[in-house]
C-alpha cells in the first residue's frame, strides 16, 4: 500500500474533531453503545468489561465521566427492556 502526503485543502484528508458534549449528551451516547453492544449478544458483564476498558474510547469516556454505578445502571435497564421486549414478541 502506498503512503501518499496529503495536500494542503485535500478534502479527503482525515480531520478530528472535538464537540461540547454535557452529561446529559454523555450519557445518550452511553445508552446508544449499551443497546448497540447488547444487540450484538454482549452480556452484563461483557458489557461491563467494555466500558471500563480504556481500549475502546467511546465508552470508556462515558465510564471515566459518569461512573461504574451509572453505567451499570444503564446496563441493567437495557437488559430489563430486552426480557421485557423479548416476553411480548412471545405473547407473555
Do not use: W
Not at 453492544?37 to 465508552?59: C, E, I, K, T, V
Not at 465521566?65 to 412471545?90: D, K, N, S
Request: glycine content about 10%.
Amino acid at each position: 500500500m502506498a503512503e501518499k502526503l496529503y495536500e494542503s485543502g485535500d478534502p479527503l484528508e482525515p480531520t478530528a474533531v472535538t464537540l461540547p458534549a454535557g452529561r446529559e449528551a454523555v450519557a445518550y451516547m452511553g445508552r446508544c453503545f449499551v443497546e448497540e453492544f447488547a444487540r450484538l449478544g454482549f452480556r452484563r458483564n461483557a458489557l461491563m468489561a467494555l466500558f471500563r476498558s480504556p481500549f475502546y474510547q467511546g465508552p470508556h469516556l462515558v465510564y471515566r465521566q459518569l461512573g461504574e454505578g451509572f453505567v451499570q445502571g444503564m446496563i441493567e435497564e437495557e437488559m430489563a427492556r430486552r426480557v421485557a421486549t423479548a416476553g411480548e414478541a412471545r405473547g407473555q
